[in-house]
Structures are given as C-alpha cells and as structure tokens.
C-alpha cells in the first residue's frame, strides 16, 4: 500500500445547507488554483439550479466547477455511481494541477469516496418503485420483519421505522439475489486520498433566519417558474429529483395541494429538519475541523498547513 504522503491530496468543504461552504470554496479559490466538485446530491440536478442552490454563473467562472447540474430528473445517482465520477474528477483536477475541493452537504458521499462502498450495482427502477409502493402499502414495519428474515444481521442495525434503508436493502436483495450484509462484507477498505476536512456550521438558532431567506430569495430568482419548467419535461412526482427538499414542496403546489403559503411553511420546516440531520452527520466525524462562515482567512490557513504536512 503507498504511503499516506504519496497519496493524492484533497479537501473537503461539508455543513449542513445554507452555511456557507461555496463562499468557503471561493475564498481557497482566491488563493491558489482549485476545482470545485460538487458533493451535493440534489445539486446534481439540471433542471433545478435555483432550488437546490447551485453556485450561481458568475460563482462558477471563478475557477473549474463539476458535477454540479448535469443529471436529468428522472435518474438517481448513487453515492457509489457519484464516487466514481468524483474520483474521476479529482484525477482531471490534479492533471491540471488544482487542487480538488469537494464541496457539499450529503454525507454518504464523503464516505462512499473517503472510505469506500459496497459495489452494488444499479438497481432497476422498477424494483425500487416496487419496494416504495409496498412500503406505502404495508408498512415500514412489516417490511421490516421481511428484512429480518432473510438478512437478519442487517435489520439488526436499523430502526423499524427507517423505511429508506429498509426498503433500499430489500431492493438490493431483489434485484441481485445478495443481501445487504453480504455486499458490505465487500467494501474496501482505506482511502486513496490525503484528505483535509472543514466543516462549516451556524448553531441552529442562527441558521433559521438565514435559512428562510434564503428560500424567499429563490422565490424572487424564479424557483416557481423552474419547477414548472421542469414539470413539462418530466411530470412524476416520484422521480428522485422531484423528492429533493423544495421540489416536492413546488411540485405540491403546482399540482394545488398546498397554498403557497403552506409550500413555503413546510418548505423551511424540512430545510431546518435537514438541516439538523446534516450537522448530526458531520459532527459524528472527528476528523473535521469546523469554522465559522466569517472565518475565511483561517480556514486558508488551515488548508495550506495541511497541504505542505
């Protein structure tokens, strides 16, 4: 195995949404050559730019931006799909001697890159429909007292309520004939990268009010008319990226299930949900060092100290 100094050098840049992690990546930016790539899963989407808070244009001509909006609506990607397209980008960045950033709130893809991922192949999606309509249908328990006897070990760790992994490894086993435990057994182990962590967090308290406007600002930029947009192209509501936060609130609304009164309500009541969600996520990892948004010159300090280590 090479040593850790041979290894690739990258940086993460993680936090729950709306801390400020793409002024942090900007700030690096200013400092020495970079690209930013994108480890937000919702971010990926091209047909929702404003509502998932892509960077804007001018944000993005600042220096390389990938991964972001790229994916149709009707596609999933994966965190093993994402890792391997991530890797790729980090490949490209350091051929052109950037350094890469990943930059983003999904946890899962860290991981997936940083410490590796069961290689499960994609799942059909008709498999996966088949698994959320049961699930709707019966009951997250009842599906998982289905898990517990044909992968007992794995139900074990999750909750009875917890219908997105217990139907994600009761789709894995349908379509591969493999269990969850199994294709965990396979997970390789190490990282191939040097990597430096910083997170990025406001307590909560002082993230909801910039949280909310945060959402009227989309609102001005044209969020609504996005959604509608992207209603033409692609009309099922249960395509992965109309379940994003903000999209299925739109969608909501658009289909006259909520006033926009009540989208707007319940869009930043989940946002502040996830939010939450995020910052547990990250706090759990002891290898991030956290700032403060306003604390941009430390945090390049920060990089470049560990760049030279």
Known sequence: MASSSSKPFVCCIAGPTG???TAAALALAGQQP??????????TYRDFPIITAQPSAGEQSVCPHLLY???PTEEKLGAGAWSRLAGQAIDGSLDLARLPLLVGGTGLYFKALLEGIAPIPAIPPDVSRKWLERCE????LALHRLLSESDP???AKIHPNDRQRITRALEVLDATGKTFTWWHSRTPAGSPYRTCKIGIALGLDELDPIL???IELMFEQGALEEAARAKEICTDPAAPGWSGIGCAEVYRYLEGELSLDECLELWRK??????KRQLTWFRADKEIRWFRPEQADEIV?????????
């Open 19 to 21: 801390a400020g992690k």
């Open 34 to 43: 970079v690209a930013v790539i994108n480890a937000d899963s919702r971010q």
């Open 69 to 71: 909006g790229f994916l």
């Open 137 to 140: 249908d019966e009951g997250s």
């Open 153 to 155: 070990e794995y139900a």
């Open 212 to 214: 909310a406007q945060r």
């Open 270 to 275: 989940n946002t502040r949900a996830y939010a």
């Open 301 to 309: 300090r920060f990089v470049s100290t560990a760049e030279s280590s």
